[in-house]
C-alpha cells in the first residue's frame, strides 16, 4: 500500500478492496446494492417488546419501574424550578457534597440552579477527585430503565464514569418505548455518512448504576463507574 494510500477514503477503500478479494466478491450491484441501501436507509424494526408499546404516560411509569428495579432512583418534578430543590434534597440525603462537575450543556443552563447557592457547579469534563456529577440525556428507554448517552464537547464522556454518584437530569418528553426508537433518533439527527458525521463518537448505554458479581455471585456496586445513579425526570405526571 503507498503512502497515499494510507490517508482518508483511500485506505477505507484499500481495505474493503481487499475484503472483497478474500471472500471472493466484487461490488454489489443491480437488486443486491438496492435492498442493500434500502435495508442501511429504512431500517425495518425489529421484535418490539409489548411492554414498550404503551401511551407515553404508561411509558414514562415503565421507565421508572425499571430504573428503580435495577437499583437507580429516581426522583420526579413538575416543573424546571424544582429541579435544583430536588438535587440538594438528594445530596442532603445521602450526605454527598455540594461540589459538582456539570456537563457545559445549554439544556442544563435552563434549570434555575442560582436558586441554591450551596450548589457549588463547574461545567467541564470530569476529574478523578470529582465526588457527583450532573448530565443530560438523549433518551430514557423504557422497556429497560435504560439511559441513552451521546459524547459531544458539551457532553464530556468523562462524567457518565469517573464521579461515584452520577444524576442525570431527564424530561419526560424524552423516554420512549423501545430501543429501536433511540436508533432511529440517532439516524434521523446525524448527517449522511457520506459527509463524516453520520454518528456521535460515543454512544452510552446506562443501565442502572455499575456493577459486578464474582464467581459466588456477590454484588459489588461501583466496581467500573458510579455506585449510584439518581434521575431526576421533568414534567409529565408526578408519581
Do not use: C
Amino acid at each position: 500500500m503507498s503512502a497515499s494510500d494510507t490517508g482518508g477514503g483511500n485506505a477505507r477503500a484499500a481495505i474493503l478492496g481487499s475484503v472483497r478479494k478474500a471472500l471472493g466478491r466484487g461490488p454489489l450491484a443491480g437488486a443486491a446494492r438496492e435492498a442493500l441501501e434500502s435495508g442501511l436507509n429504512d431500517p425495518a424494526p425489529n421484535l418490539i417488546p409489548a411492554r414498550a408499546q404503551l401511551p407515553h404516560a404508561a411509558q414514562v411509569d415503565l421507565f421508572v419501574a425499571m430504573a428503580e428495579e435495577v437499583k437507580a432512583s429516581v426522583a420526579r418534578v413538575g416543573s424546571d424550578a424544582g429541579v435544583p430543590a430536588v438535587v440538594a434534597d438528594y445530596l442532603a440525603q445521602h450526605n454527598l457534597p455540594t461540589d459538582i462537575v456539570m456537563a457545559p450543556d445549554a439544556a442544563l443552563d435552563a434549570y434555575p440552579w442560582a436558586a441554591r447557592p450551596l450548589l457549588r457547579l463547574r461545567r467541564g469534563k470530569a476529574e478523578e477527585t470529582d465526588a457527583v456529577s450532573i448530565t443530560g440525556a438523549l433518551l430514557g428507554i423504557a422497556e429497560t430503565g435504560t439511559l441513552l448517552l451521546t459524547s459531544a464537547a458539551e457532553r464530556p464522556t468523562t462524567l457518565n464514569f469517573l464521579p461515584a454518584t452520577h444524576i442525570v437530569v431527564l424530561r419526560a418528553e424524552q423516554i420512549v418505548g423501545a430501543y429501536e426508537e433511540g436508533w432511529a433518533l440517532l439516524r434521523r439527527q446525524g448527517s449522511p455518512p457520506g459527509d463524516g458525521g453520520f454518528m456521535p463518537r460515543t454512544v452510552n448505554l446506562i443501565t442502572g448504576p455499575s456493577r459486578t458479581a464474582d464467581i459466588e455471585q456477590r454484588m459489588q456496586l461501583g466496581a467500573h463507574g458510579p455506585r449510584q445513579l439518581h434521575i431526576v425526570i421533568v414534567g409529565g405526571e408526578e408519581g
